[in-house]
């Protein structure tokens, strides 16, 4: 994630990101208690199955028995939807395929669910081999079904790994006998395969776990290059592994003695993935698009608003970026507002890409099927289940040597799918840390660490009460055992933020020195601030992930505290743009080596990405001249000056900087740990031992 208002630490995000998962499950196993098959619900038509039916996405087959026909579902739950010869007979079955977050049984996950049926007469439950499984069992069982009919049903229940099948049978027990053997041939003829979706094999390909896909439109894209929309778009320019500004789509480019114009001369052989040549023209159209109103971008002017007429389009007074001029097919021409030093790194970020106008014009759908100019192509894209990126073949940086990367999506527990070989990168949890930093381990050679700019933090609405008061802003931040939490609950695998700027950052402020635990000096700005002490605080509604704070400030200061939890990404991302949160933990990681990536773009006045309602004109002044200050020195002081005006005011609380923590399979190449996240798919291949 490169560099959006996470609800929790950068590092953390996609594991946090499960519950969601964990809720559809739940929803879909409550649903069996209630399934019913109605005759008839299935019948011969064009496209059924019968006999053989292979699953490659999910990695396996089984046989209906003869006569038999299933609906293949698409889009929906189950996989499969069976019905029996006799369609008045109330004879059918289903195939289910979940993925689970949790190590278990067969036995115990079937037993579970079976639960829900209520009363039920087990007939039968023995365990069975599957070869492949982790494990598999076989129930018998009846009970009484909607209207008192009585039900008998055949479960069999095959984990591998993530993955947990259920092969159901279910008929009314006057007609089981009939189709006893029927049954158990069926789930008998049940066999694991190797996953190969949609073509996609584990010898030539990515596979990785991924949550929630907000948007690939890159004009509303919240996460830098190294997401998804920077394998299928480009822009101008791009950071390599090593932070180094370098060409991408640009070829070369000039900058004017007075540092405001900057004039691109565009590759000749760059080109949209269905062949269309790509012109200077396309590149002003996309970043019009990106300013319009109508588009609602949330980030469009923190990335391109440095442009001459940005404003005017953003603000809809005219739809031109009078800043940007085509002036050939391979030449672009931009003027910025004033000679800002960091404006060329502003451009690796997607909201800069080039989009096919015909393509975005074909309708609302049009990132279903988009034609972008990146190294890779959107082959399949299964909502909330699956997405697959083909290699661009024709991709002007040289063909990429992964055939596909495969992004399994809410798939379960990424650690442990990563253990079981169904994923090839991963990153850990503070726990799963220990164990792969051990010598012994199996894992210890996979282990992958580095400096991330990175910074999380707990952030105040500076508007909403009673965080409107720098007092109470400054106790609920000296009521926290940070020192503490960054040796227990963090291990000791992050370092304690004393500023905002991350180490390594250019204008990072080696001197300053994190606050320290005051119970008593909390409570006496709590006595004497506007509130007059913490018995008249209204309650707080915390959106802080982090448990520790929520009972510090409880048993420290007394304090009345409701915790929320916001599980959809999309939703906190919405609420954060609405400035709806009062106070919440967060994680900022740069998108470029520049302090103003943090600095300016979190805390000036007029940001899109100020979530704190934070306006301090003292510090948009003291912004603004850094922002074009050309002496390495002096604009170093002058950022320093402005991270500590932020810090007197107790906007945020800086909690710690991330590491990154990565396990990658040793089969895969090409892969850096790098302190800001950077496409490298392009760089990546698989390279499996004979």
Avoid at 63 to 88: H, K
Avoid at 145 to 166: K, Y
Avoid at 660 to 685: F, M, R
């Amino acid at each position: 994630m490169a560099s959006p208002n996470l609800p929790i630490p950068p590092s953390y995000c996609i594991i946090a990101l499960v519950p969601k998962f964990l809720a559809l499950i739940a929803l879909l196993v409550v649903g069996l208690a209630s399934l019913s098959l109605t005759p008839g619900l299935v019948s011969p038509q064009d496209g059924a199955v019968s006999g053989l039916y292979r699953n490659t996405t999910e990695g396996f087959s089984v046989t209906l028995p003869e006569g038999w026909v299933g609906e293949e579902r698409e889009d929906s739950r189950p996989l499969l939807l069976i019905s029996a010869p006799s369609v008045n007979s109330g004879v059918g079955g289903q195939l289910w395929m979940f993925r689970s977050s949790e190590d278990t049984s067969a036995e115990e996950w079937g037993n579970g669910q079976i639960a829900n049926f209520g009363t039920v007469t087990i007939m039968s439950s023995n365990p069975v081999s599957v070869p492949d499984s982790s494990s598999a069992h076989q129930t018998t069982f009846g009970y009484q079904g909607e209207g008192g009919a009585l039900i008998q049903e055949l479960w069999r229940v095959v984990v591998r790994g993530s993955q947990i099948f259920l092969l159901r049978v279910q008929a009314p027990p006057d007609a089981w006998e009939s189709i006893a053997d029927q049954a158990n041939t069926f789930v008998d003829s049940f066999t694991l395969e190797t996953p190969a979706p949609f073509g996609a094999s584990r010898d030539d390909s990515l596979f990785q776990y991924w949550g929630e896909i907000v948007s690939l439109d890159p004009a509303l894209s919240r996460f830098g290059p190294a997401d998804l929309v920077g394998a299928i778009f480009s822009g101008l320019v791009k950071l390599d592994t090593d932070l180094n500004l370098v060409p991408d789509i640009a070829e070369s480019w000039t900058i004017s003695d007075d540092g405001t114009i900057y004039t691109f001369t565009l590759k000749n052989n760059v080109r949209f993935h269905n062949g269309t040549a790509v012109t200077a023209a396309d590149f002003k159209y996309s970043w019009e698009r990106a300013l319009d109103p109508a588009i609602h971008s949330p980030v469009a002017l923190t990335y391109l608003g440095d442009i001459v007429g940005a404003g005017d389009v953003a603000e809809g007074l005219t739809g031109e970026l009078s800043g940007v001029e085509a002036l050939d097919d391979r030449t672009i021409r931009v003027t910025i507002e004033a000679p800002y030093p960091y404006f060329l790194s502003k451009l690796v970020y997607p909201t800069a890409y080039v989009v096919d106008r015909a393509n975005v014009e074909s309708g609302e759908d049009w990132t279903d099927v988009p034609n972008g100019t990146g190294p890779f192509k959107l082959k399949v894209w299964q909502k909330d289940q699956l997405l697959i990126l083909e290699r661009n073949e024709d991709w002007y940086g040289g063909t990429p040597a992964l055939a596909h990367s495969v992004y399994l999506i809410f798939g379960g527990s990424p650690f442990q799918m990563y253990e079981n070989g169904e994923i090839d990168i991963v990153s850990l949890g503070s726990f799963q840390i220990d164990r792969a930093r051990d010598p012994s381990s199996t894992i210890h050679d996979q282990l992958r660490e580095g400096t991330a700019f990175c910074t999380s933090y707990l952030g105040f609405n500076v508007t909403q009460p009673p965080f409107d008061d720098p007092k109470v802003r400054q106790a609920l931040g000296l009521a926290l055992e940070l020192d503490k939490q960054v040796e227990v609950s963090r291990r000791g695998l992050v370092q304690r933020a004393a500023g905002i700027l991350p180490p390594g950052m250019p204008a990072h402020n080696e001197d300053l020195v994190p606050f320290a635990f005051d119970v008593q000096t909390a409570l006496q700005l709590l006595d004497d601030s506007s509130y007059g002490g913490a018995e008249n605080l209204p309650i707080i509604r915390s959106y802080a992930s982090n448990g520790a704070i929520h009972w510090a400030w409880r048993e420290y200061l007394g304090l009345e505290e409701e915790a929320v939890g916001i599980f959809e990404l999309s939703d906190w991302l919405d609420r954060m743009d609405n400035l709806e949160l009062g106070v919440f933990t967060a994680g900022w990681c740069a998108d470029y080596p520049d302090p103003q990536n943090f600095l300016d773009v979190l805390f000036q006045s007029e940001s899109e990405s100020n979530n704190f309602a934070y306006s301090n004109p003292d510090l948009d002044a003291l912004l603004e001249e850094a922002a074009v200050e050309q002496d390495t020195a002096r604009r170093t002081d002058l950022y320093q000056q402005a991270e500590q005006m932020i810090l007197d005011d107790w906007v945020v609380v800086p909690l710690w900087h991330n590491r990154e923590y990565s396990l990658v399979q040793t089969y895969v190449k090409g892969y850096e740990v790098t302190p800001i996240e950077v496409q490298q798919l392009q760089n990546l291949s698989i390279e499996r031992a004979p």
